[in-house]
């Protein structure tokens, strides 16, 4: 699914695994939608702040595979190392798989701790 993405500057997507340890990504299969709690009690949801060493964006959609693992998306931006006007996904400098992203507005006392695991920024270059 993802390695099918327009390679347009200004279109990049981040997938986050959300609760676990995941290190690398791999082309996810979409299943069926899974029950989810609502968006005002559910403490990971679109909109939930993210924080990695480079910024803070929020998240936007919510992926599972067919293992049932939970990705949350954010853009490819939000881990970029450059300028703020770097925003050319084809030479813009990012955050490598694997680096941690904490959930939640206070980063030292994070909802939870996901691991980067696909950065179409990084697949472009």
Same mark, same amino acid.
């Given at each position: 699914?993802?390695?099918?993405?327009?390679?347009?500057?200004?279109?990049?997507?981040?997938? =986050?695994? #959300?609760?676990?340890?995941?290190?690398? /990504?791999?082309?996810? $299969?979409?299943? $069926? $939608?899974?029950?989810?709690?609502?968006?005002?009690? #559910?403490? !990971?949801?679109?909109?939930?702040?993210?924080?990695?060493?480079?910024? *803070?964006?929020? #998240?936007?959609?919510?992926?599972?595979?067919?293992?049932?693992?939970?990705? !949350?998306? *954010? /853009?490819?931006?939000?881990?970029?190392?450059?300028? $703020?006007?770097?925003?050319?996904?084809?030479?813009?400098?990012?955050?490598? =798989?694997?680096?941690?992203?904490?959930?939640?507005?206070?980063?030292?006392?994070? !909802? #939870?701790?996901?691991?980067?695991?696909?950065?179409?920024? =990084?697949?472009? *270059?």
């Amino acid at each position: 699914m993802f390695r099918r993405l327009s390679h347009v500057a200004g279109v990049a997507v981040v997938v =986050l695994a #959300a609760l676990g340890g995941f290190t690398t /990504a791999t082309t996810l $299969a979409v299943s $069926a $939608a899974p029950t989810w709690a609502p968006a005002a009690t #559910a403490p !990971i949801h679109p909109g939930v702040q993210t924080r990695t060493t480079s910024g *803070q964006c929020t #998240a936007n959609f919510v992926f599972t595979d067919a293992s049932n693992n939970v990705y !949350i998306g *954010q /853009a490819a931006h939000c881990t970029g190392t450059g300028a $703020a006007n770097d925003t050319n996904g084809c030479t813009a400098k990012s955050l490598p =798989l694997g680096a941690t992203v904490n959930l939640g507005p206070d980063s030292t006392a994070p !909802i #939870a701790v996901g691991t980067m695991v696909y950065n179409s920024w =990084l697949t472009m *270059q």
